[in-house]
């Protein structure tokens, strides 16, 4: 399919438009058949379009069908036929059933009456209105032949003595049969009638031609045959006659001599009746029949098989058509109905429907007939038990119903597109019709002519877009759409005409052939301005979103070319001073060394601490652990952390807290890394000699709690007005003509904001370059208890790891060296396993309770950590669910601490490892146990 791209649209203001019926009068009338279109109110169905064919099929003039169907649709229908259509427009109102039936109308204006087929079909709702559209033919000569083949049902006044059957007794001896009375009535005749059967000989009861079976019957049971079955024709006393069937089942004495019978006898009228309509149905000339066929069910036997010229079919390709012979994917060209054919005529399941009470069925598919044609057929099937036997017979007929196909396609789509031009083109002489045309709407002048092509040489010229000319006069003549319609079954094609006024518009065209002759094209246009204009909107949109993302990918890419040079700056002062210690002969040089080793370890930790902070604050992961602690533990971390910083650069640190609580409840940590980190960015910012200000001051509270705002304020460098606009964005830093002593991961910063806003407060920055920054926070805390007390050191004695054994699973040298030093330094017995099978193999042959506590690395080969405690906690001991396991991993993300926790591990420790935070959790471990 050729499609243009669609490019710098605009909105549409027209797009409202749609075709009306009377814009699509002329190709619309030249339909066969009527056409109808109903919408849904209250009082059930209401008609609101129909065309000439409906009026002229029915004898009305259009002003007197309106005014005859303003009150009900169902005006003009048969008294008779009124309940069942009535019924079929319930339920298509109530679930969207399709109607398809057949009923009788009066001819306006005479006493005649027609025969009408309707097939309605819901389509989509148009807002809260819903339609329905309707086709309409005459099958009046189709009817009329059907009920001449049953007209001697009506001579004979047939009427059904019962659905059941009806039980007699005949004794054997005597030959006396007895009836109910009811059934003796229509013989009209005593309920006892003896010399059955010879009786039947010179009574006129059964029919002449069945005497002898009859009599064959009864004789069968004097004969001594447990059972037996016949079907005969017998005539009532009102003069008309009946099909029955009868069975007997004998009773037989002591000495095995037939003593009686019970006779079951059930009409089998209708089902001859049937029989004889299904055996004449072909003679009726129904002008679309194009097979008709019969085919005994239970035995798979083909009966008669004939095209509709009275061709019979050889019997090697009879089962072809109706059961699916080799050939069937070539016959239904659709893999879908082809499933549904095969379903619909499999003889075991039509057997099973006719059990049911369904006798009728039928399916529409598309077949390609023995000249390659592919047309549109339906296949009825009607069911009937043979006459005189049990075997079901299936009638089949095939009808050709492509031309009821086209109208209902060719309306549905015309109706349901907003087109402002229709078109009928003959591809013989290329002459065209237009059926309606929205271009004077457009100031534009009438096409000249009535051939297609120089039509459009002239609407290329005078209307088409210079850029879409050349694809027009390509593709849009006679002879080149025959060619793609060939082997297509529609085009498409968009392009962008130029009105009289300058103003464009988007078009789009579909063409598609109308009749299945292939001579008759149809060519459709709509606008489709509103939306290009959203296409191009939705372009733009994409492109910005492209723009977003490359400047977020530059953004990272900075961080990792900065996290580069930050990281190997303190590995690099590591690795120096390590080689300058093993060589240094001087104690207080080698202390000086270590010291300076200690402090790029402390900033490297650092930047990968702010890493894993800012992971966990955009995960939503940050947990907040809020208890009371007093304004003077807030000032010794200033007095021991900042203020040194700032008397080595000789700032001017001014400190003043007085935010009207002594204590408060929050989370310390997070309250001290929030100015801790906006401090030293303060310190880090401030050329040596400059000032830092940071103060504090009460503001009124909210939701029950006090309010504190504190203020950073330097005289640094500043920040530039583009800078600000990111500053609190992850990744960024400015990169101005700072010192390469400044150094950081950029996103402290982000980190603050995160905290700040977690802590339900606020932050704001102002800044001029080289005039200084200044740092607003406000927070909101509950006041603490009075009588807390300033935090102490914690003593360095751990008592419960005195002598306590410990089982360390570990594979790096290093770490093992390390971890076992720190661990006996406190006291504890060490046992070292290099991998996890060694870990639980280890604790598996040790007696209960030997081990205090397991340290668990959890990346190890041969079995990792997460395994080998699952296989501990799986061991049949009592100490194997309670020893406390202690993940010590570099793995520090949220994801990660789960998996441990679900594997079974208690306490969750980072490398590089703190010697108290160790301490102290394997303590608490073991005495919490």
């Not at 059955?196 to 059964?206: E, F, G, T």
């Not at 798979?300 to 095209?307: P, V």
């Not at 870990?839 to 397991?854: D, I, M, P, W």
Request: glycine share 6%.
């Amino acid at each position: 399919m050729l499609r243009k791209t669609v490019i710098d649209g605009k909105k549409d203001d027209r797009s409202s438009e749609i075709i009306t019926p009377e814009q699509l009068k002329t190709l619309i009338d030249s339909i066969q058949g009527g056409i109808a279109t109903y919408t849904f109110s209250p009082e059930g169905l209401k008609i609101i379009y129909f065309n000439e064919g409906l009026c002229r099929m029915l004898g009305y003039t259009r002003e007197e069908y309106e005014r005859a169907t303003k009150d009900s649709v169902i005006t003009a229908v048969f008294d008779e036929d009124v309940p069942y259509l009535q019924e079929q427009i319930d339920r298509h109102i109530e679930d969207g059933s399709p109607i398809n039936c057949t009923y009788r109308v009066h001819v306006a204006n005479s006493d005649e009456y027609k025969w009408l087929s309707i097939r309605v079909t819901p389509e989509e709702k148009q807002g809260s209105t819903r339609y329905s559209n309707a086709i309409i033919n005459d099958v009046t000569e189709q009817k009329l032949a059907e009920e001449s083949a049953l007209i001697h049902e009506a001579e004979m006044g047939l009427v059904m003595l019962q659905m059941g059957r009806i039980l007699c007794e005949y004794d054997v001896q005597s030959g006396i049969l007895t009836m109910p009375d009811e059934y003796a009535a229509k013989y009209g005749v005593a309920t006892s009638l003896c010399n059955i059967p010879y009786i039947v000989k010179n009574a006129d009861i059964i029919d002449e031609a069945y005497v002898d079976t009859y009599i064959e019957f009864y004789e069968a049971i004097r004969e001594g045959k447990p059972t037996g079955k016949t079907e005969y024709r017998e005539k009532w006393v009102d003069g008309s006659t009946h099909w029955k069937r009868a069975e007997f089942s004998s009773v037989f004495d002591s000495g095995g001599k037939p003593v009686k019978a019970i006779i079951a006898v059930e009409d089998t009228t209708q089902q001859h009746l049937q029989y004889e309509l299904e055996q004449s149905r072909p003679t009726l000339s129904e002008k679309n029949l194009l097979v008709h066929a019969l085919f005994n069910l239970n035995t798979g036997e083909t009966l008669d098989y004939a095209y509709r010229d009275g061709t019979i079919v050889p019997e090697e390709e009879r089962t072809a058509f109706l059961f699916g012979g080799d050939n069937l994917d070539f016959i239904i060209i659709d893999n879908e109905e082809r499933r549904r054919y095969k379903q619909l005529n499999d003889p075991k399941k039509l057997l099973k429907c006719y059990q049911n009470g369904e006798t009728e069925l039928s399916l529409d598919y598309r077949r390609r007939m023995s000249d390659g044609e592919v047309i549109w057929v339906r296949n009825l099937l009607r069911m009937v038990r043979q006459p005189g036997g049990d075997d079901i017979l299936l009638f089949e007929y095939c009808y050709d119903i492509e031309a009821e196909k086209i109208q209902e396609l060719m309306y549905k789509s015309l109706i349901s597109e907003n087109f402002d031009y229709v078109a009928r083109v003959n591809g013989e002489n290329h002459h065209f019709d237009i059926i309606t045309n929205a271009g004077e709407a457009y100031g534009m002048s009438p096409v000249p002519g009535n051939d297609m092509d120089e039509a459009v040489r002239v609407i290329v010229r005078d209307y088409i877009h210079p850029d879409d000319r050349e694809m027009i006069t390509e593709k849009i003549n006679v002879e080149m759409l025959k060619k793609d319609l060939s082997d297509r079954e529609l085009l498409e094609y968009t392009y962008r005409m130029v009105l009289p006024d300058g103003e464009i518009r988007y078009k789009e065209i579909n063409i598609y052939y109308m009749d299945r002759q292939r001579e008759l094209i149809i060519i459709t246009r709509k606008d489709i301005s509103s939306f290009a204009f959203k296409e191009v909107q939705k372009n733009q949109e994409l492109v910005n979103a492209l723009n977003e993302a490359e400047q977020a990918n530059r953004a990272k890419g900075e961080f990792l070319s900065r996290m580069s040079h930050d990281m190997r700056t303190p590995m690099n002062a590591i690795l120096g001073m390590t080689a300058l210690a093993k060589e240094e002969d001087n104690p207080p040089r080698t202390i000086e060394y270590l010291e300076n080793i200690n402090e790029s370890s402390k900033f490297l930790l650092g930047l990968i601490n702010d890493i894993l902070d800012l992971s966990k604050i955009e995960s939503g992961h940050i947990e907040l652990n809020e208890f009371a602690f007093s304004q003077k533990d807030f000032d010794r971390g200033i007095n021991t952390v900042i203020r040194p910083i700032m008397e080595a650069k000789k700032i001017d640190f001014v400190y003043n807290m007085d935010c009207g609580a002594t204590n408060i409840v929050a989370d310390k940590l997070r309250f001290n890394q929030i100015f801790f980190n906006l401090l030293s960015n303060a310190a880090k910012y401030t050329p040596e000699g400059g000032r830092v200000e940071f103060t504090a001051e009460h503001i009124p509270g909210r939701n029950g709690k006090n309010g504190m705002r504190f203020i950073i304020r330097d005289n640094g460098i500043g920040m530039s007005e583009k800078f600000l606009e990111i500053a609190f964005s992850p990744f960024t830093r400015e990169e101005r003509n700072v010192s390469s002593e400044v150094q950081g991961s950029g996103l402290g910063l982000a980190i603050v904001k995160n905290l700040v806003e977690a802590m339900e407060g606020n932050i704001s920055v102002s800044s001029t370059v080289g005039q200084g920054t200044e740092f607003v926070v406000d927070l909101y805390a509950t006041a603490g208890d009075k009588t807390v007390l300033d935090s102490v050191k914690m003593a360095d004695y751990y008592p419960a790891l005195d002598a306590a054994q410990m089982l360390l699973v570990e594979d790096n040298e290093m770490n093992v060296m390390v971890a076992q030093k720190l661990l006996e330094r406190k006291g504890c017995i060490v046992t070292v396993a290099r991998n996890g099978q060694e870990g639980v193999r280890l604790f598996s042959r040790s007696s209960e309770g030997h081990y205090s506590a397991v340290l668990m690395d959890v990346r190890m080969p041969v079995m990792d950590g997460f395994e080998a405690t699952r296989r501990i906690r799986a061991l049949d001991r009592a100490d194997a669910a309670e020893v406390p396991i202690i993940a010590m991993t570099a793995d520090a993300f949220i994801e990660d601490r789960s998996k441990m926790f679900e594997a079974g591990m208690n306490i969750h420790l980072t490398k590089p490892i703190e010697p108290h935070l160790m301490y102290s959790a394997i303590s608490g471990a073991i005495l919490s146990k």
